[in-house]
């Protein structure tokens, strides 16, 4: 009690109500999933929760082909949607770099996209890539490409091809808005040094902006995959993980087998495997960063 009274304690009590809800909203969910990731807990069983079965759970895993087509489909998404995004990301700032008027408002349309949630991104463009009445068989119809319909969210490969384009438009304003601070913040006088030694356009490019970028590339390399690896809504309302789970992810396949089949141990056991890729992907980009940042030291 004389802790409690003296001045020392003051920070700890008024840190103590978020605290209090930090460990109430975040850490007692955690250990408890983590729990029953090695439990053979089932939703409509309760008492299953306590039957412990160890590593039960990620044995079966590790022989299960649904898991493995949703892990290596996770690990292409990511690939595929982070490097389009960089790419069209790193365009855009370059562009939006170069103008002198109207740049203001360039950059706050250009953040339209990222305000919208996943889930209206969803139905917006399953509405876009419907086969019947969607905007882009008609517009195509319109054109004379096409003489019947093209089924975007049906056939596999291009039900995939759907999402990561819905996902490219969504997130490439990330990277751009990113990218375009580190433009702004690139100082001149290299650049004005490289012209002068005769250096052209793509020279001064990739030896003096892409380095400067690299940091500010790999920080949003870490932002997006971790977004990316637990991508949920948008698959779920775009094509809910079909035709034939052929675009199901490892977090939709996850509610599938948590809420559907009621399987919460086994989602759980699902859910830990897709944290250690996602912190893979962070560490990798992390030390990225690092070495960037020293090498950019190096050489100032």
Not at 50 to 56: A, M, S
Not at 64 to 88: P, Q, S
Not at 179 to 190: F, S
Request: glycine residues 6%; proline residues 4%.
């Amino acid at each position: 009690m004389k802790f409690l009274r003296s001045p020392r304690a003051t920070p700890y009590l008024l840190l103590l109500p978020a605290i209090v809800v930090i460990l109430a909203v975040v850490l007692v969910p955690l250990l408890v999933s983590f729990w029953t990731s090695f439990t053979g807990y089932t939703l409509t069983k309760p008492a299953t929760l306590f039957q412990f079965v160890g590593l039960r759970n990620y044995q079966r895993l590790l022989g299960n082909a649904d898991f493995w087509w949703a892990f290596a489909r996770t690990i292409m998404f990511i690939t595929i949607a982070l490097n389009l995004e960089l790419v069209l990301g790193l365009g855009l700032a370059l562009l939006i770099n170069k103008i002198t008027w109207g740049q203001r408002t360039l950059r706050t349309i250009m953040m339209f996209p990222m305000m919208f949630s996943p889930i209206l991104v969803g139905f917006q463009f399953k509405y876009l890539f419907n086969d019947a009445v969607g905007l882009v068989n008609n517009a195509l119809f319109d054109l004379g490409l096409i003489h019947e319909p093209i089924a975007w969210l049906v056939e596999a490969g291009l039900a995939n091809f759907s999402i990561i384009f819905a996902e490219m438009w969504m997130s490439t304003s990330v990277f751009a808005i990113l990218l375009l601070a580190g433009l702004m913040a690139l100082p001149k006088e290299p650049i004005e040094a490289a012209r002068v030694d005769g250096c052209n356009a793509w020279q001064v490019f990739r030896h003096i902006t892409l380095p400067f970028l690299m940091p500010f590339i790999y920080i949003a390399l870490t932002i997006r995959s971790l977004d990316v690896a637990r991508a949920y809504d948008m698959v779920k309302i775009m094509t809910n993980g079909g035709p034939a789970q052929r675009t199901e992810l490892l977090w939709t396949l996850m509610t599938r087998v948590g809420y559907q089949n009621s399987q919460m141990g086994m989602a759980n056991a699902m859910g830990y495997i897709s944290i250690i890729v996602s912190i893979a992907f962070t560490v990798f980009y992390y030390r990225k960063l690092t070495s960037a940042r020293a090498f950019m030291g190096g050489a100032q």
